[in-house]
């Protein structure tokens, strides 16, 4: 029983390392890509002429938040998922 305790303790913090890297990985990609076509994006969203060009830094600022955010979602994920969320 000691064993098998064991490998699933390595197995979760693997699997944990694992989904951080993708959160990573992704979060970045998605980053730069809202940071890339912002403009299309507001615009495809319907945003006025008039509001665009506040609306666009504004999206650009929140874009740079996304890798932190699934960051935030994995690692409360891993945390529920080991009964350890208090």
Do not use: H, N, W
Request: glycine share 10%.
């Amino acid at each position: 029983r000691r064993g098998s305790k064991g490998r699933r303790s390595r197995q979760i913090k693997r699997l944990t390392s694992d989904a951080l890297f993708m959160a990573i990985a992704m979060g970045i990609v998605m980053s730069a890509l809202l940071q890339v076509f912002a403009v299309p994006i507001l615009q495809l969203l319907g945003t006025p002429p008039d509001i665009l060009l506040e609306a666009l830094p504004y999206l650009r600022i929140r874009g740079l938040a996304v890798p932190a955010v699934l960051i935030g979602m994995v690692t409360q994920g891993a945390c529920i998922g080991l009964q350890d969320s208090r």
